[in-house]
Nanobody
Framework: VQLVETGGGLVQPGGSLRLSCATS????????MGWARQEPGKGFEWVCG???????YCEDSVKGRFTVSKDNAKNTLYLQMDSLKPDDTAVYYC?????????WGQGTQVTASS
């Protein structure tokens, strides 16, 4: 099983980034997929998730700014992040969860700073 995040980097506040999570080794369409983040010295925070039927949800602080989507044909999850704020600075992880087991990527750093 592999989940590989790409697309992180340094961006000025107000800017945008698009994260991708390429997966392999499991049945992508049968899992709830999502993104979580971790700031230095803090615990994990759930960001956005997309269910098997395509329904997508995000936590309140990113609603209207972040959009989660997936491409079942490419086994890839995306996170479009707009209007980034310094508080969004964190390592972003993608995950896959079928209710009995979960898989995680290695994370990608996102930094919003001037």
């Amino acid at each position: 099983v592999q989940l590989v995040e790409t697309g992180g980097g340094l961006v000025q506040p107000g800017g945008s980034l698009r994260l991708s999570c390429a997966t392999s080794g499991f049945t992508f369409s049968s899992y709830v997929m999502g993104w979580a983040r971790q700031e230095p010295g803090k615990g994990f925070e759930w960001v956005c998730g997309v269910y098997m039927n395509g329904s997508a949800y995000c936590e309140d602080s990113v609603k209207g700014r972040f959009t989660v989507s997936k491409d079942n044909a490419k086994n890839t999850l995306y996170l479009q992040m707009d209007s980034l704020k310094p508080d969004d600075t964190a390592v972003y992880y993608c995950y896959a969860d079928d209710g009995t087991q979960d898989y995680w990527g290695q994370g990608t750093q996102v930094t919003a700073s001037s």
